[in-house]
């Protein structure tokens, strides 16, 4: 009998040697490929563009044909030339091109962060079988601008230019690079480059360089000879020729980082171009002026309604306000794009969004006071109900047409910035701030800074807090009742309170009113919570809130002898309003009262939304005192 780890080593093996057969190809197929030789040959014209030329000698080796190679160090911005071709090596040495065989060059660019390593050249032969193995010839062709890669550089008289040369994996063990110059009265001579031998050495060696100068009537030639290439590593190859053999190059300047594309500011050069700039910046200028009017009227129109008064940041005629503040903006963006100048451009944008926009909403003294009126009980279900959504202006943020339009337009902006960010990105990025102008018409002077209604804005807060209320233990000893104030003469309600009353209060309590006034801002107004207790001077109820009397504000009441004792919260939330409001009704309760009277008398008392009925005659005095401590 076979043991159970001899069957397991078995039915291993067996599993091993399907997959082995199953992918025969894969597990067969192997490839070497090695640069045995690298010889470059620059062609320099006066201008600084050069056509190089390098012939790689490869040694292939393996079961598979050589149809694809790539090499690392190439110019990124490259031009591949036609006629490159590969030839077996015995074939170069005769000079024959019998058995050429096309090659096709692409370039790779190089990968974000590996830049300094240049990009890549692909080569693909153009024979659907490819190459056998053995030793051939690389015959490869591109053009490039050495001056506008920055390779030719001043030194001292001369001029010197720099050529990184390719990288090979494995080096190479010997390199040639041929320099071919327009002639000149001064002879071209190499430099050698000192450089480490491997990334750990400490012993600095001198690298082995070999050159030969040939002059000639036209051209001068400068050949260099190293020993070998490090692996991975690009061999630079320099000289230095005469100034005169080359076009003059610019004078000296610091290099600053590319800012601006020249398309832009060559636009104003041409002279349909300079049409369409002053027929955008025209229309531009008609539209932000009407957007300015638009802005102010409404403006005006919701103040008048909410009675405020809005002014704007720099007061003065809205005729002249709209011409100045569209005309600063086109000049600033046109500074910014056209004439090249930031900063001017940015102080000419900011000075029109400030004469756009609008200050913060301001209210008469005289118009806050109110006239006498009457309190009435209302049920929850009519007066605790959401305040209807204002939508009556497009260039308003707080409303839900200005939030579409705010949006629509910032969205069209950051479209075109996108667009032009890959051609201009100083420029692109300029526009992007230049945003500031439209939040100026949208972002000041909205409905939610305005005074509210105040029979209708307390509503939701309202609503919260009797929810939290009715949710803590004190819930069945109180009755939560709104209440309505409507001024003499008049239908509509001016106010909305909510009013607390304990089923057995004790003697001089006259109720707990929980009122809400507004702080008016730049940006939006803040509800402001306020806990008013309302009691007989000198009652029983009076002496039980004497702790609280300490640390609230009393002013007179509407009746004779009754005070109001005005709590705010530390934090104008509904739950710090909810406990105030809890820890008040637990005071004022008579508790002798409710201990001393039956079970049924207790629960007897019928859940109604009326409230004490105060005397009529002090319910319609309705004193200012009383209306500022709410």
Not at 600 to 620: G, I, L, M, Q
């Amino acid at each position: 009998m076979w043991e159970l780890s001899e069957v397991l080593r078995l039915f291993v093996t067996g599993w091993i040697v399907l997959a082995l057969l199953a992918f025969p190809e894969t597990a067969a197929a192997w490839i070497e490929n090695r640069a045995e030789a690298s010889d470059t040959r620059l062609t320099i014209e006066k201008s600084g563009k050069a056509v190089v030329q390098y012939r790689v000698r490869l040694h292939t080796n393996g079961n598979e044909r050589f149809k694809q190679y790539r090499i690392r160090g190439v110019d990124p911005a490259a031009r591949p030339l036609p006629h490159s071709y590969v030839v077996p090596a015995s074939d170069a040495l005769s000079g024959s091109l019998d058995a050429a065989v096309p090659l096709r060059l692409s370039i790779r660019q190089p990968r974000k962060g590996r830049e300094e390593q240049g990009a890549e050249l692909q080569i693909d032969v153009d024979d659907e079988r490819g190459l056998r193995r053995g030793r051939y010839v690389l015959v490869l062709r591109y053009e490039t601008d050495l001056r506008q890669r920055g390779l030719i550089q001043r030194d001292g008289s001369l001029l010197r230019i720099r050529y990184p040369g390719l990288r090979f994996e494995d080096g190479l063990p010997n390199a040639r690079a041929t320099f071919v110059l327009p002639a000149a009265p001064t002879a071209p001579r190499a430099i050698e480059n000192l450089e480490h031998i491997g990334r750990g050495d400490d012993v600095t060696v001198p690298s082995v360089y070999l050159s030969e100068v040939r002059r000639g009537a036209e051209r001068d030639e400068v050949e260099i000879l190293r020993s070998y290439a490090p692996a991975g590593e690009s061999v630079p190859w320099i000289v230095r020729v005469d100034q005169r053999s080359l076009d003059p190059l610019p004078r000296l300047v610091p290099i600053l980082p590319e800012r601006h594309d020249g398309r832009v500011i060559s636009l104003v050069r041409k002279p349909h171009a300079r049409v369409w700039i002053f027929a955008i910046g025209g229309l531009l200028f008609i539209v932000y002026a009407l957007l300015v009017v638009l802005k102010a009227r409404s403006v005006a129109r919701v103040a008048r309604k909410s009675g405020a008064y809005v002014r704007p940041v720099i007061p003065m005629p809205l005729a002249l306000r709209a011409v100045l503040s569209a005309a600063a903006v086109v000049v600033g963006i046109m500074l910014q794009l056209v004439v090249d100048w930031p900063v001017w451009g940015a102080v000419a944008v900011v000075a029109g969004s400030v004469l756009a926009a609008h200050g913060r909403a301001r209210v008469e003294r005289e118009g806050a006071l109110r006239g006498p009126g009457r309190w009435l009980s209302v049920s929850e279900r009519e007066a605790l109900v959401d305040p209807p959504r204002p939508c009556t202006s497009w260039l308003d943020w707080s409303t839900r047409a200005g939030k579409i339009c705010c949006l629509l337009s910032l969205t069209l902006l950051g479209i075109f910035v996108a667009l032009i960010t890959p051609e201009a990105p100083w420029h692109a990025t300029l526009l992007g701030f230049d945003a500031v102008a439209l939040l100026a018409l949208f972002g000041t002077a909205m409905e939610s800074t305005m005074p509210p209604d105040r029979s209708v804005e307390p509503a939701g807060f309202l609503r919260s807090l009797s929810k939290r209320l009715r949710a803590m233990p004190i819930a069945d000893t109180i009755r939560l009742v709104p209440r309505i104030r409507i001024p003499h003469g008049a239908i509509d309600p001016d106010e909305l309170r909510l009013l607390v009353v304990p089923r057995v209060p004790l003697r001089g309590f006259n109720g707990i009113e929980v009122g809400i006034c507004y702080v008016l801002g730049t940006g939006a107004r803040v509800a402001m919570p306020e806990v008013l207790l309302r009691v007989v001077g000198d009652s029983p109820c009076d002496h039980a809130v004497a702790s609280i009397s300490r640390v609230g504000r009393i002013t007179p009441g509407r009746r004779v002898g009754e005070r109001v004792i005005a709590v705010a919260p530390r934090l104008p939330t509904v739950r710090m309003t909810a406990e105030i409001v809890s820890a008040i009704a637990a005071r004022v309760i008579d508790r002798e009262a409710v201990q001393q009277a039956p079970p049924r008398a207790a629960t007897a008392v019928p859940v109604t939304n009326e409230p004490p009925k105060p005397d009529r005659a002090s319910d319609e005095s309705g004193s200012n005192s009383d209306e500022a401590a709410a």
